[in-house]
Nanobody
Framework: VQLQAFGGGLVQAGGSLRLSCAAS????????MGWFRQAPGKEREFVAA????????YYADSVKGRFTISRDNAKNTVYLQMNSLKPEDTAVYYC???????????????WGQGTQVTVSS
């Protein structure tokens, strides 16, 4: 599976962005998907995950209630809707595919290249 994330940009605090992650390959629908982010000087951290069917989701406490992960298996795409953005959400956001809805990096086999999100105060 090859993944390409896009949709990042510069937004003011309180604003919204929607990230997309397009996958190639016919097996996309068999993978659980996750979003991670990495801020400058920090470790890459878990943001959200969604099961292969879309029936289950899980969020980091820091984004719960503000971010929504979803997927469209017919379009081989997973989304991350980000609302009420804060300056501390500034990071490079990565999508990943794996066989479990994990919160750890090693639980995901395939990674996209990342897209920059910058939230100004």
């Amino acid at each position: 599976v090859q993944l390409q994330a896009f949709g990042g940009g510069l937004v003011q605090a309180g604003g919204s962005l929607r990230l997309s992650c397009a996958a190639s390959g016919r097996t996309f629908s068999s993978y659980d998907m996750g979003w991670f982010r990495q801020a400058p000087g920090k470790e890459r951290e878990f943001v959200a995950a969604i099961s292969w069917s879309g029936g289950s989701t899980y969020y980091a406490d820091s984004v719960k209630g503000r971010f929504t992960i979803s997927r469209d298996n017919a379009k081989n795409t997973v989304y991350l809707q980000m609302n009420s953005l804060k300056p501390e959400d500034t990071a490079v956001y990565y999508c990943a595919a794996g066989q479990a809805m994990g919160v750890m990096r090693y639980e995901y086999e395939y990674w996209g290249q990342g897209t920059q999100v910058t939230v100004s105060s």
